[in-house]
């Protein structure tokens, strides 16, 4: 047993104490936010109540996932510099999301990304396409939360062998199905808000701690991080996880995956839903940017504190991925372990990192079963047809769906590094969300095969690529470590997916013989700039 999991047994009921605080309080908040849900649109968008900057700290909530607070501290504990490029894609990415989507979505959709894509063509292709997207996308991110809570848990309660991981991971997503089934958007947002704030809090705190170390000399740390790594300089330089041959297109492939997959996240496009203009929704993206800005520059200092102050020999022994490095840092940093400062800090911090994962998953699961229920229920199986109450119920139980899905498919991805899962989420949203929005919004002959042949052949190229890349077989870190059959050399597929997306697109236009509507797309255009006519 490691000794972060010895010391968090010892203190295991403050550990627990402070789960349990949390988890009530956000059931609190669920349970009177379902209350307040009368509607569809409060349902999926809060009754589009939210002022900007309230929208911009659920946004952050949203996207400051497990994925950036565990598994982005522990690629840059053990990989220096490279591990340092999640973060700055990861935020860049905003630009994106800010300059091209925010407010042509908010006023021209209703619930879901789809909203957009059918206003002017033919609703029941391009629904189901955007809608099994979504779904796929959403598990493939679940998947990367659900891992971090597994490993988080597990090891706070000292528990030897995978049972604890795999009761967490059933326990996560029970809650993130009552969350969405009792709460709806309204209560996943206030739960999102406050998670944002911990988090904020947790990382400032540690931070701050990290840099009195060493005398709130940034060159200080880095110095010593370089010492303790054993690689000296090198370890701040590029090339200790992106050095050479394949790795370098993988380097690209992963920037690319990142700075394009923001704005294709279903779990964030639904955001701009939940504010009453495109002005707040212009707001809510630059408190984000603000905010996520912030909380990614202080990864540096938790990403090197825990390379300088735990050491990657001890965050490997504890975690191979390095998804622990953020929790053993905060034990190093309240005395060590056995300390009962060491303890508390330990549980503190890791109360927040499962907050962080019960709001955003709840927030994938939310944006899942609304897209089946709005798009795929609703508008094609029955045809415009269902009533509010209907649609809201099939939203619900599509969240169990939902899931129990990422529950199981969890079980199985515990090796995993949580950031490189959520860069695999980026990659598949970049592939099939993004071409057919920017297509839909800003080019006026795009039609409805070309819709659906950018969703189906970016989703279709990314998954595969994954399912045959070192990710699932052909390495120690693998879903499948004992196998090998991967034949693609990258382990983020974005380098080729995100083109055959974009090249789709185009090609299913100039090849289908139909006529895209002129009206509606000018309908369009007025709608996404001006918001005439917006929900």
Not at 301 to 309: C, K, N, T, V
């Amino acid at each position: 047993m490691s000794l972060l999991a010895s010391s968090a047994t010892e203190h295991r009921g403050l550990t627990m104490a402070l789960f349990g605080v949390f988890v009530l309080a956000t059931l609190g908040i669920t349970v009177w936010a379902g209350r307040q849900t009368r509607s569809a649109a409060d349902f999926y968008a809060g009754g589009r109540g939210f002022t900007g900057f309230q929208n911009g700290l659920a946004i952050s909530g949203d996207y400051m996932s497990a994925a950036s607070f565990l598994g982005i501290a522990g690629t840059i504990a053990l990989s220096g510099y490279d591990g340092f490029l999640y973060s700055i894609g990861f935020l860049v990415a905003w630009l994106v999301a800010l300059l091209l989507i925010a407010e042509p979505l908010r006023n021209s959709g209703r619930f879901t990304m789809a909203d957009v894509l059918a206003f002017r063509m033919r609703q029941r292709p391009v629904r189901t396409a955007a809608g099994v997207s979504t779904i796929v996308v959403s598990i493939f991110y679940l998947l990367a939360q659900m891992v971090g809570a597994g490993t988080l848990v597990a090891l706070l309660l000292g528990a030897e062998g995978g049972a604890a991981k795999r009761w967490t991971i059933v326990g996560v997503g029970a809650l993130m199905i009552v969350y969405v089934v009792i709460g709806g958007m309204k209560g996943t947002t206030w739960v999102q808000i406050v998670k944002a704030v911990l988090l904020i809090a947790g990382a400032a705190l540690m931070t701050v701690l990290v840099l009195a170390k060493y005398h709130f000399n940034p060159s200080e740390l880095l110095g010593a991080a370089a010492s303790a790594s054993g690689k000296g300089e090198a370890f701040l330089q590029p090339g200790q996880k992106y050095g050479s041959g394949t790795a370098k297109l993988d380097f690209i492939s992963l920037g690319i995956a990142l700075v394009l997959g923001t704005a294709g996240l279903p779990h964030i496009l639904v955001r701009f839903y939940t504010v009453p203009t495109a002005k707040a929704a212009r707001k809510s993206v630059l408190w984000a940017i603000g905010i996520i800005g912030v909380f990614y520059l202080m990864t540096l200092a938790l990403g090197f504190g825990a390379a300088a102050l735990v050491g990657s020999k001890a965050i490997k022994a504890a975690n191979a991925a390095g998804n622990t490095a953020a929790p053993q840092l905060a034990e190093a940093l309240g005395g060590g372990a056995g300390s009962t400062g060491g303890a508390i800090l330990l549980a503190v911090i890791s109360a927040v990192a499962f907050a962080t994962i019960l709001a955003v998953v709840a927030g994938l699961t939310l944006a899942s079963s609304a897209s089946f229920a709005h798009d795929l229920y609703a508008n094609v199986i029955r045809r415009g047809k269902a009533s509010e109450k209907e649609e809201v119920r099939s939203a619900k139980w599509a969240a169990v769906a939902i899931g129990a899905v990422a529950i199981v498919l969890s079980l199985f991805a515990d090796k995993l590094n949580t950031a490189a899962l959520v860069a695999l989420a980026f990659a598949v949203a970049a592939s099939a969300n993004l071409p057919t929005l920017l297509y839909s919004l800003f080019w006026k002959r795009f039609t409805t095969v070309g819709a659906v042949s950018s969703v189906y052949a970016g989703l279709l190229t990314s998954v595969t690529l994954v399912v045959f890349s070192p990710v699932v077989s052909g390495a120690k870190t693998s879903l499948f470590p004992h196998s090998d059959f991967h034949w693609f050399p990258l382990e983020n597929p974005g380098l080729v997916s995100i083109p055959v997306g974009f090249l789709a697109g185009w090609l299913g236009t100039l090849l289908s013989r139909e006529r895209p509507d002129a009206a509606k797309y000018a309908e369009l255009e007025v709608r996404s700039l001006t918001g005439l006519g917006a929900h």
